[in-house]
């Protein structure tokens, strides 16, 4: 297969996606959860038919602040607030079940305001940290290769190639959220950094291939056709492994809890684009700057 020669079409339908996933973001804010800005989030669940306002009203009378109700499905309501203490938290289920209905609570989570920003702070840390790490840890890996892209290119483009594969996730996420009302909370962190750790060996099993032809057949064919034989060499492993990560969180998406499914989701997708990634884009981008870079 010509991936390589085919490297401007790879390139149009990734710009595509980063559009796409810059419109999502830009049009349908990706609100952050309690997680970062602290608050409480609650779920209850009646066990008949409650209207919105009535609930609202209930719920006012607490002067919970920012307060935001959400109807979800099956008589079930999502509630996100500042921070509820226990006791508070105890005198609003009483209310609801004695003023509207008889209720089970599923889900019942608060984070006070600075540990919110706290954790906000350490995410942000953890994704540079992690991607400065990959880059160096690349460009060292392949520092005896010099010719005809340096090491250091290398990391770059897998650098390039990790914000490629988390942005799209994130975007495809930030559409996923605007139609269920999810938030961008630690999970979502956690699942990203996955998606670049899985992304990464990706790539470099790629890049490693090629260094291995390089040293075999630089001189004998060009370049091109060298990366083009790694990404081929290396294309079925590629899939096969990816198809066998993709199994079981497809499994957990259906049968796994719904406090699961946003996580599963955002690394099912970021192995879908980091596979894709890996041979379509982080390859024939080294081909790509050698070109220029000949020129």
């Known amino acids: 297969?010509?991936?390589?020669?085919?490297?401007?079409?790879?390139?149009?339908?990734?710009?595509?996606?980063?559009?796409?996933?810059?419109?999502?973001?830009?049009?349908?804010?990706?609100?952050?959860?309690?997680?970062?800005?602290?608050?409480?989030l609650m779920e209850v669940q009646f066990e008949k038919s409650v209207s919105e306002n009535n609930l609202k009203d209930v719920l006012k009378s607490f002067n919970l602040g920012g307060l935001e109700v959400i109807a979800k499905s099956n008589n079930a309501y999502l509630v996100r607030a500042r921070f509820i203490d226990e006791k508070t938290h105890q005198e609003i289920l009483e209310a609801l079940s004695e003023k509207l209905a008889p209720l089970k609570e599923s889900k019942f989570e608060t984070i006070g305001p600075s540990i919110g920003e706290e954790l906000r702070n350490k995410a942000i840390f953890a994704w540079v940290l992690a991607l400065f790490g990959i880059a160096v840890y690349v460009a060292f890996a392949f520092y005896k290769v010099s010719k005809p892209v340096s090491s250091w290119k290398y990391g770059i483009i897998t650098v390039l190639t990790l914000f490629h594969d988390a942005f799209i996730a994130l975007g495809i996420y930030t559409i996923w959220a605007h139609f269920s009302h999810s938030y961008a909370d630690s999970a979502l962190v956690v699942a990203l950094l996955t998606v670049m750790g899985y992304s990464v060996n990706d790539t470099i099993v790629v890049f490693d291939r090629t260094r291995e032809n390089l040293r075999k057949k630089l001189g004998q064919i060009p370049f091109n056709e060298i990366v083009n034989l790694s990404v081929n060499e290396t294309l079925a492993r590629s899939i096969n492994t990816s198809l066998t990560t993709c199994l079981p969180l497809i499994a957990l998406l259906i049968f796994g809890p719904a406090s699961l499914f946003n996580f599963a989701l955002v690394i099912l997708v970021g192995i879908l684009?980091?596979?894709?990634?890996?041979?379509?884009?982080?390859?024939?981008?080294?081909?790509?700057?050698?070109?220029?870079?000949q020129k």
């Open 1 to 40: 297969m010509n991936i390589v020669g085919r490297r401007k079409i790879f390139y149009t339908l990734s710009l595509i996606l980063i559009v796409l996933s810059v419109l999502a973001l830009a049009f349908w804010k990706l609100e952050p959860g309690i997680d970062f800005v602290g608050g409480s």
């Open 273 to 293: 684009i980091g596979t894709y990634s890996s041979i379509a884009i982080a390859s024939p981008l080294l081909v790509t700057w050698s070109g220029k870079q």
